[in-house]
């Protein structure tokens, strides 16, 4: 596959047990399209030159997307965000650490 078109979109977490739930919902899907590759990767939000990066500071779902045209980028990535929406849903319904954040900062 010549991947000639590509994006890399990251989601910042509060957290890394988000970063990392978010991370591990969303690549258990594969991609459909056998046009398309993509990658998931967290990090922390400030790029350290150490390459022994502490886990809990790897706050940001880095994702990267390549695909032979422009119209097949778009298409995966749609689909992906949808069910990037999906999944930030589900944490914010259910997440008891994130509705505590939430109560607290309302007080």
Known sequence: MAANKSTNPEFPYSLNRLASSALQALEVDAELSPFVRRSFALRSPVQNSSTDEDEAAKTVLE???RATTNRML??????????????????????????????EEEK
């Open 63 to 65: 994702t990267t997307y």
């Open 74 to 103: 778009r298409v995966a990535v749609n689909g992906f965000m949808e069910s990037l929406g999906v999944v930030l849903g589900v944490m914010e319904e259910l997440d008891v650490d994130v509705l505590s954040e939430e109560m």
